[in-house]
């Protein structure tokens, strides 16, 4: 069992930056592929990136390549999602979630945790 909170959502200007990070529980943080999604109002929840269990793969949307990174830190359980030039469509609820494979997951069925979400708003 995994438990996921994520921390770091707000209110930033068009242009702005934000670092979202999520905090996992567990001693097998290492063996799972994380990823972060988001969902915007009246919208589907969309992929967003992704980040092998080593962190040596990554893979993102297209909408949000070139500006936001993800990464890990296995030794603090710990996966972020640094945003960068944000534009007021990346408004949504972020989610981090967790997927018991060492591969990386673009779907919402591969992965087997969710957190709460962290809300994330653009202002024009």
């Known amino acids: 069992q995994v438990q996921l909170v994520e921390s770091g959502g707000g209110l930033v200007q068009a242009g702005g930056s934000l670092r979202l990070s999520c905090a996992a529980s567990?001693?097998?943080?290492?063996?799972?592929?994380m990823g972060w999604f988001r969902q915007a109002p009246g919208k589907e929840r969309e992929f967003v990136a992704a980040?092998?269990?080593?962190?040596?793969?990554?893979y993102y949307a297209v909408s949000v390549n070139g500006r936001f990174t993800i990464s890990r830190d296995n030794a603090k359980n710990t996966v972020y999602l640094q945003m960068n030039s944000l534009i007021p469509e990346d408004t949504a609820v972020y989610y981090c979630?967790?997927?018991?494979?060492?591969?990386?997951?673009?779907?919402?069925?591969?992965?087997?945790?969710w957190g709460q979400g962290t809300q994330v708003t653009v202002s024009s």
């Open positions: 979630a967790a997927r018991r494979s060492a591969g990386l997951g673009s779907l919402s069925y591969e992965f087997d945790y």
């Open positions: 567990g001693r097998t943080f290492s063996r799972y592929a």
């Open positions: 980040i092998s269990w080593s962190g040596e793969s990554t």
